[in-house]
Each structure stands twice: as C-alpha cells, then as structure tokens.
C-alpha cells in the first residue's frame, strides 16, 4: 500500500497517534532518522492535525528532500566521454541495470561503451557481453579473474579513441563490509582519473528497493569508498516501498537517477521526483 493512503487509512477515525505514525514511516522505508525528524516537525506544528494533515505534511516535507526535477545526466565534455562507475552489492540487478542504462543512453542517440569489469563471476562477463550484442554497442573485456582496473583503462581508452559519448563501468558485486574490495574500488577509480583527472564523473550505486533499511546502509558503506553522486534502485515493481530513495538522499545527499521495475531492456526510467512522490509514495 502507498505510503500516503496508509497513513490516511490509518489515522482516518481516530487521533494521531505518534509511535503508530513512526512504525508507519519506518516500514515504508523512511528509515529512522528521517522518520525521527517528520514525527518531530509534525508534532510543533500548532493546531489539530488529522491523518490528511498528517498525509500532505509528510509529502511536503518529501518533496522539499527530493526535489521536484529529474537530477541532470552528465555529458560529455572536451571530446572526452562521461563515465560512469557503477557499484552495488551483490543481487540487487547491478549488471542488467548497467546494460539497461546503455540501451536507454543509445535510445537517445548516445553512443555507448561498456566495461566489463566484474572480473570475479564469469557469468557476468558473458551476460555483459550478451547484452552488449543484443544493444549494439561495444564492450570491453578480460578473462575471469582479470584485472578490473586495466577493464576499465582499456574501455576508457577505447571509448575516448572512438569519440564515444559514454562509458559505463560494470564493477563486481561486494559485501559493503569487505575492507580490501571496497579499496579495490578505490583503485579503480584512480585508473580511470590517469587518462581524465575529472573521470569517472558520475560514481552511482544500485540498491533493491525491497532490501528496506539494508539499501540506506549499503549506500552508507559505498559512499566512503567512492564519493557517490547517483542511485539506481531496482525491484520497485515488486513490494519495495521506495521510501530508501528519500532516506538516502536526506541522509547522504545522494540523488535517485534511475529506477528500475521489470528485466526488460525498457524498464528502466529516469527518476522523476513529483511522479515517484504521487505515484509510490
């Protein structure tokens, strides 16, 4: 149920009552800071409230955390490509939603390459490589257990020689608690910046939408190691409430760019903020 219609269910006959109103908010994924702050605010506000207050209260309050406007794609600057370094745990859909970005940034004329640079599963190579044929765009990559970095050295090198617009860099799903592959991140990174001191430019995490609170803590882990500037969130077809999306950018300041609701290459959207707060919320 939509975050929205069950508060106003919820409080529609009776008074408000408050640890109700926090459970609410924590179960669709607020998270319990931002949960904290709502309840708080709410609770100063002077006169009567009643689960409609309650309802536009919190939406508005939504609204002033996520904006209004989809947040801008990078692009291409002084005949080098964008790059975008994608990271996530595994299982939440990083590398179909990697394959999914470059059909959507192809299906807006841009031209694409892909590294494949989750060297530890060889089914990840070769379900790139797949999509890579099915989209039509070129991909680089090593053999299992190969050097991620030198991956994505090698695609940024091919990408900037071809005049490409985009590289998008597929990076091995990882426990957010594994010291040594979060460095390892960190190094990838620092490849990247030998041929683009500004590269990568957009440093993005996949999170699952039905993962609730786990998606806010993973976001947390990753953002020390690469300085994340992006999100994508997967499985909001399914019973993932969404409300990571708004616990992540109030408490990182990490803006949601996609999310995706479906394994289809067209199933995935740019986040808009006013659809995703009338529609999910």
């Known amino acids: 149920m939509a975050l929205f219609k069950s508060i106003i269910d919820r409080f529609r006959s009776s008074d408000i009552d408050w640890e109700d109103l926090e459970e609410t908010l924590i179960g669709g994924d607020l998270g319990i800071h931002l949960t904290t702050e709502l309840v708080d605010s709410l609770r100063e506000r002077k006169g009567k409230l009643d689960a409609d207050s309650v309802a536009a ?30 990271a996530g745990v595994n299982g939440v859909g990083k590398t179909t939603s990697v394959a999914k970005l470059a059909a959507y940034l192809k299906a807006q004329g841009k031209s694409v390459v892909l590294a494949a640079a989750d060297t530890f599963r060889a089914a990840a190579i070769e379900q790139l490589k797949i999509w890579a044929e099915r989209i ?24 900037i020689a071809m005049g490409a617009d985009y590289l998008i860099c597929d990076t091995a799903g ?14 990838i990174r620092r490849t990247i910046a030998k041929q683009d001191e500004s590269a990568p430019h957009e440093r993005w995490i996949v999170v699952d939408a039905t993962t609730g609170s786990n998606a806010l803590n993973q976001a947390r882990e990753f953002q020390s190691a690469l300085d994340l500037n992006g999100v994508i969130v997967t499985k909001l077809d399914g019973s993932g409430k969404g409300g990571s999306v708004v616990a992540i950018q109030h408490d990182l300041g990490v803006p949601t760019r996609f999310i995706g609701t479906g394994e289809k290459q067209e199933d995935l959207a740019r986040f808009d903020p006013a659809t995703f707060v009338e529609t999910l919320l």
């Open 136 to 159: 039509d765009v070129p991909i680089v990559t090593t053999q299992y257990q190969g050097d991620p970095s030198a991956v994505c050295y090698d695609a940024h090198a091919k990408a």
């Open 174 to 187: 990882r426990l957010h608690t594994r010291h040594n592959l979060m460095e390892e991140l960190k190094k």
């Open 57 to 86: 209260a919190c939406r508005e309050e939504i609204v002033g955390i996520l904006g209004t406007e989809p947040q801008p794609l990078p692009e291409p600057k002084d005949g080098m490509p964008a790059v975008i370094l994608v």
